[in-house]
């Protein structure tokens, strides 16, 4: 941050260009490190949408096949384990949302 405009005034005209220059990388060093995090959370983000998908296409093919193999409509049950991750994933983003804003749910 820059000193009160008075102040800044005060310096010599190299130690000014030093003060801005230092502020710049700062500033620009904030906005990389914020960049990476940013990366980190998409990719974080993809990588959990990849593998709910995954795991929810095998249990419901298994399901299938296994109503198919027993003619049992509790075959079905597992299909709840996808539902309940879809609805904690849900929950979790929209408490991670809020936080974010000082919402209610912190």
Do not use: C
């Amino acid at each position: 941050m820059l000193p009160a405009p008075a102040d800044f005034k005060a310096y010599p005209e190299s130690v000014q260009e030093k003060i801005v220059s230092w502020t710049d990388e700062s500033v620009f060093g904030e906005s990389k490190r914020s960049d990476k995090i940013i990366s980190v959370y998409s990719r974080n983000s993809m990588a959990n949408i990849i593998v709910s998908a995954v795991v929810g296409t095998v249990i419901a093919v298994g399901s299938f096949v296994s109503f198919s193999m027993t003619g049992n409509v509790a075959a079905f049950a597992p299909l709840a384990i996808p539902g309940a991750a879809i609805v904690g994933n849900v929950y979790i983003t929209v408490k991670g949302k809020h936080q974010d804003d000082g919402g209610p749910l912190q």
